[in-house]
């Protein structure tokens, strides 16, 4: 009788969690990755093994950012404490926080320093995921990310300014 309920209790809370996110910790394979699926990539900055959840204030993320995460992203988590982690925190800008990608990879589309509540990363990511710039021919800059890492890059195609398109 006990067994069966909390059999059931599981399958309940395990059924109402969502999809939980698959952190990649390579940076250069998520943007290729991100690139053949036409997905943008999503970046957070933290220390230790869960400092994904260190950029929500709630401490955790929501079973929403969860479900737009492991849904319509490539995620990639670097621990800003290992070497190779305060490299990309040194290319990226910051110590903890979160970095969007374009659908193509080759553009930074948002960055955030810092914690966010679990609502205002869900506008982020929604408004996010369906953004492509449109790459221009111009090299992405190298901002010292590892060897064999592409870097990202900060620019815009001047057309695409202001939500416009090129066409």
Known sequence: ???SALLLALTVHANTQGAEPTWA????QALKR????KKPVAVFLGTGNQ???QVVNEGNLSQEVGDILSMQYICVYIDTATPQGK????AFGMGRGIVLSDRSGVYLTFSREGVMSNQEMVRQLQSNSSRTNYYTGAPPE???APAGAPAPSSSYCPSCQGGGRRR
């Open 51 to 53: 400092g994904f959840t």
């Open 25 to 28: 910790q390579d940076y250069a």
């Open 34 to 37: 991100g690139a053949d699926e």
């Open 1 to 3: 009788m006990y067994t």
């Open 142 to 144: 190298t901002i010292g």
């Open 87 to 90: 490299v990309m925190a040194t």
